[in-house]
């Protein structure tokens, strides 16, 4: 397939990759919310939620596996066992309070709803706390590979 020229100069390059950046993470944090009202409203069927779910899915993977393939963790947090926590934290209160208000008001029952939202906050920060450990450690593993491949191109020169 041939090539079509570009027809950018670099401010316009950068400026797009901005606004793709910028789309991007709208339609991220856009699926997740109209997942998470879906599920608040009542509309947990699969056949609802099944396109938002991959959409989100194949996007998440997509940004997982690209970044941690080229060195990159994040702009400002740190990939440590501390940040780590606090973001697992507060991940895992959002889902508490979420299947909380979802048993609250699919059963009326207090006790059972909050039972609920204890039980999806703990099995939330463990699994959020398991994913964002290993996915730092191989963050860590990879960024070190390509500082050797990069000394390596460099003694070459």
């Avoid at 299947?99 to 008001?105: G, H, K, Q, V």
Wanted: proline letters at 1%; aromatic letters at 10%.
């Amino acid at each position: 397939m041939k090539k079509m020229k570009n027809n950018l100069d670099e401010r316009q390059e950068l400026k797009l990759l901005k606004i793709e950046h910028t789309g991007c993470w709208i339609a991220f944090w856009g699926l997740l919310a109209i997942i998470f009202i879906q599920k608040i409203m009542g509309n947990n069927t699969i056949e609802n939620l099944i396109g938002e779910w991959t959409i989100l899915s194949c996007l998440s993977i997509y940004l997982v596996i690209g970044c941690i393939k080229n060195g990159i963790w994040d702009r400002r947090l740190k990939p440590d066992f501390r940040t780590n926590a606090i973001v697992s934290s507060i991940t895992a209160l959002a889902m508490g309070v979420i299947w909380f208000i979802i048993s609250y008001r699919n059963y009326h029952k207090l006790t059972g709803s909050v039972a609920a939202g204890v039980f999806m906050f703990l099995t939330v920060l463990v699994l959020c706390l398991a994913a964002l450990t290993i996915s730092s450690k191989m963050y860590k593993k990879r960024l070190q590979k390509l500082e050797e491949l990069e000394e390596d191109s460099v003694d070459e020169d």
